[in-house]
């Protein structure tokens, strides 16, 4: 007849086993959450969306482009940013202001610099587009 031994695991066993699990799950909550796109290359169809005169250094504007409404922000005298302004949390249309850009349905606001989202609800950036500044329009590639 086998007979059996009973192993114990050892009070820091156990406390050492749910550090480890807990390090990790906190690891993974913090990840996946709003990656920023890079900045796509001009590809596909320019088509302008408004003049430097329209749009001056440091501002943002809303501009409807081809039946739908992308939201530029001219960061320099030579760069100019676009982004959807679809809002990644119910696609409500977002807006504009002085700071950054906002939806008005709930209140979730992106960034200028690079579309990330800043205040939820929304999690994830808005979908950026290629634009460049030539002479005195501004173009954004569709």
């Known amino acids: 007849m086998e007979q059996f031994t009973a192993q114990t695991t050892g009070r820091r066993t156990v406390l050492g086993g749910s550090l480890v699990l807990g390090t990790g799950a906190a690891l993974a909550a913090c ?3 709003s990656s920023v796109e890079e900045v796509p290359e ?3 169809e320019a088509t302008k969306a408004t003049t430097t005169d329209e ?3 440091g501002e943002s504007a809303s501009v409807a482009v081809s039946g739908d409404t992308y939201l530029l922000w001219r960061k320099d005298e030579t ?3 676009a982004y959807t302004a679809v809002c990644t949390h119910q696609g409500c249309t977002v807006g504009v202001t002085k700071k950054d850009f906002k939806c008005p349905c709930h209140g979730s606001e ?3 610099d690079d579309g990330s989202a800043v205040v939820g609800p929304a999690s994830k950036p808005l979908a950026r587009f290629a634009a460049e500044i030539k002479g005195k329009d501004v173009l954004i590639y569709l």
């Open 31 to 33: 990840g996946g959450g």
């Open 79 to 81: 760069t100019v940013l």
């Open 55 to 57: 749009l001056a250094v």
């Open 42 to 44: 001009p590809s596909g």
């Open 110 to 112: 992106f960034s200028h």
